[in-house]
């Protein structure tokens, strides 16, 4: 990364303005003093207490190199839809039955390997903002740079980043709109289940949703739920805590003749760029979902779906 000092940043010293200015962790910074050709001006080395002048070309190595490449993630050519692309960020629209990165029996069908595989050109490091269980679909948010990654953890940290799930479900919400609010933990010796539990248990942690049924009929609902928190399964676990589980999810509720996994999408996720712009991206239901509508409610389906696109 080169920067051209303008007016507004002379005076500064190199920690000021990577530090404060620019955000930069502690650690990144610390790296960058111990690399070789790490932190240059005018392409001579200098240390953080350099006063930078205008004109001056600050270059910092900020770029991943074979070094910082993951060995496990192999790149795989497979379909995945990409969102939004920039030097910053990729925004994909996962696919349902797609791990999101390598794990014992997928190590060759996630999207890390995909997006590696997008990026086989260069020394590509997967680091996913938010992560979606396999058989949930949407937005998903990647950072592709060090930088960005780090800002994005800050945003994460500060709740900037919202995101908002589609939800189909067996059961109707006894209030139209409300949140869910209680505590999580792992159920017994099980590494995937969830449950909700006191907020005294050993491994409790606070769970939020907030939720707003879109439409309902029959004892099924379409939900909109707006995650607080970002707990394991915690829209899963919350909605079926009220009665609500989501169809086809065999962990939580029920089979569901009508599709073949949990009825989940991250239909959009706004959130703060690293360069400052507020985003807001959005991906379309997938075809299950829109077919389980079509068979739940098949007098409104067509103008729900289009509704919940316009989200």
């Not at 940043?9 to 910074?29: C, H, N, P, V, W």
Request: hydrophobic fraction near 40%; include cysteine; charge should be negative.
């Amino acid at each position: 990364m080169d920067i051209i000092i303008t007016p507004a940043e002379s005076g500064k010293s190199i920690y000021t303005l990577t530090r404060q200015d620019m955000g930069f962790s502690s650690a990144m910074l610390k790296k960058l003093k111990f690399s070789e050709g790490g932190i240059l001006v005018n392409g001579e080395f200098v240390t953080v207490r350099y006063i930078l002048k205008e004109g001056d070309v600050l270059s910092l190595a900020l770029e991943d190199t074979a070094e910082d490449v993951s060995p496990y993630i192999i790149p795989v050519e497979m379909e995945l839809p990409v969102l939004y692309e920039d030097e910053a960020l990729t925004v994909i629209n996962k696919p349902p039955d797609m791990p999101s990165h390598p794990s014992l029996g997928h190590q060759l069908d996630t999207a890390a390997n995909a997006l590696a595989w997008r990026y086989r050109e260069r020394a590509y490091v997967f680091r996913p903002v938010n992560r979606l269980d396999r058989d949930t679909s949407g937005v998903m948010l990647t950072a592709n740079t060090k930088l960005a990654a780090y800002r994005m953890f800050l945003a994460m940290q500060a709740g900037e980043i919202h995101k908002q799930y589609i939800a189909v479900a067996e059961g109707i919400p006894a209030e139209p709109e409300g949140r869910i609010e209680g505590y999580m933990r792992r159920e017994g010796d099980s590494i995937i289940r969830r449950m909700v539990c006191p907020a005294d248990d050993p491994g409790a942690h606070h769970a939020v949703t907030e939720y707003k049924v879109l439409y309902a009929a029959d004892d099924h609902s379409v939900i909109l739920a707006s995650p607080i928190t970002g707990r394991t399964h915690q829209i899963r676990v919350q909605l079926a805590s009220i009665g609500c589980p989501l169809h086809g999810d065999t962990l939580y509720g029920a089979p569901s003749e009508h599709i073949a996994r949990q009825a989940l999408h991250a239909i959009a996720t706004g959130f703060p760029h690293p360069d400052g712009r507020r985003m807001y991206i959005t991906a379309p239901l997938p075809a299950d979902i829109t077919a389980l509508i079509a068979a739940l409610f098949p007098d409104s389906a067509e103008r729900i779906c289009e509704d919940v696109c316009c989200l």
